[in-house]
């Protein structure tokens, strides 16, 4: 069984947060590959730790959205911490079935 791995590139795994209507939104997106097959991947989250307070402000679930990208958003403070004006350590996670594991990490600023 081989652990899936997590793009490092940025056009396939990013974060970005902008207003939509009166709210911002996190919207964010990771590509998981497989060897054994997309079928073999467990989950795949999102958390993200504000370097500004030491705290972890959210960690998220991501939906399957085909051809390896996995994906999701979440309103600011719904349910959340999430502050479009922070600086985050971002990091994506992904498990298959068999406990073969992945992670990337980066820090980013929600402006």
Same mark, same amino acid.
């Given at each position: 069984?081989?652990a899936?791995?997590?793009?490092?590139?940025t056009?396939?795994? /990013?974060v970005?947060?902008? %207003?939509?209507?009166?709210?911002?939104?996190?919207?964010?997106q990771?590509?998981?590959?497989?060897?054994?097959?997309v079928?073999?991947?467990?989950y795949?989250?999102?958390?993200?730790?504000?370097l500004l307070t030491?705290?972890?402000?959210?960690?998220?679930? @991501?939906?399957w959205?085909g051809?390896g990208? /996995?994906?999701?958003?979440?309103?600011?403070?719904?349910?959340?911490?999430?502050?479009?004006?922070?600086l985050?350590d971002?990091?994506?996670?992904?498990?298959? %079935? @068999?406990?073969?594991t992945?992670q990337?990490?980066?820090? /980013?600023?929600?402006?």
């Amino acid at each position: 069984n081989a652990a899936p791995i997590i793009s490092e590139s940025t056009s396939d795994t /990013w974060v970005d947060c902008y %207003r939509y209507g009166h709210d911002f939104v996190f919207e964010f997106q990771a590509f998981v590959d497989d060897m054994d097959g997309v079928q073999d991947v467990d989950y795949v989250e999102v958390s993200f730790y504000n370097l500004l307070t030491g705290y972890t402000d959210g960690v998220l679930s @991501m939906s399957w959205e085909g051809d390896g990208f /996995w994906g999701g958003w979440i309103e600011e403070g719904n349910n959340n911490s999430l502050y479009c004006g922070d600086l985050y350590d971002v990091t994506f996670y992904a498990e298959d %079935r @068999m406990g073969g594991t992945d992670q990337m990490h980066f820090e /980013w600023a929600a402006l």
